[in-house]
């Protein structure tokens, strides 16, 4: 199978250039029923398949659900940060070595899975409160300085959880684990 196709299931991020308040309540939306989604996906899957990589060179199903956890955790804060400081340069953190952490590598998914559904619970309820001028506040990513609109940053989210769900369907059905 294609490379790239197993890099990015489902693309690249494609944020449109004017995000509408149906774009923010459609990412919203998935952000809300990702947690489930995902631990229905994950329910019955053994150890042996849990640290099993959706391709080569990438990460076991259980880094995976993992990093997800410590992706979206720090997203939040990042939300946070905009919203009570003046266009904050953001703290970035090397995923690639997180994922390599013991924690990442061998923790029961339990963990990270009750970590989302928690977490998103708290997120959408904040998200869903924002204002217009909420979201078009800014942070600025250490990488190129680029500035990201919290309303971009839904968007991303939104993408990152489809994303690393396809990881482990892609693969569940390549095994025919389904």
Known sequence: MDLEK????????????????????????????????LKNLVAHLSQEQLDTCYRRGGWTIRQVIHHVSDSHHNSYTRFKWTL??????IKAYYEDRWAE??????APIELSLNTIEALHAKWVYFLKALSNEDLTQVFIHPEGQ???????????????????????NQL???KNWK
């Open 101 to 106: 952490l013991f924690d990442s590598k061998a």
């Open 146 to 168: 680029e500035k990201v609109s919290l309303n971009e940053n839904i968007g991303i989210y939104a993408w990152h959880c489809n994303h690393h769900y396809e990881h482990i």
């Open 6 to 37: 197993l890099k990015y299931p489902i693309g690249k991020p494609q944020i449109p250039e004017i995000i509408t308040e149906t774009h923010i309540s459609d990412w919203i939306a998935v952000l809300e029923t990702f947690p489930i989604r």
């Open 84 to 89: 009570t400081e003046e266009q904050p340069l």
């Open 172 to 174: 569940m059905i390549r």
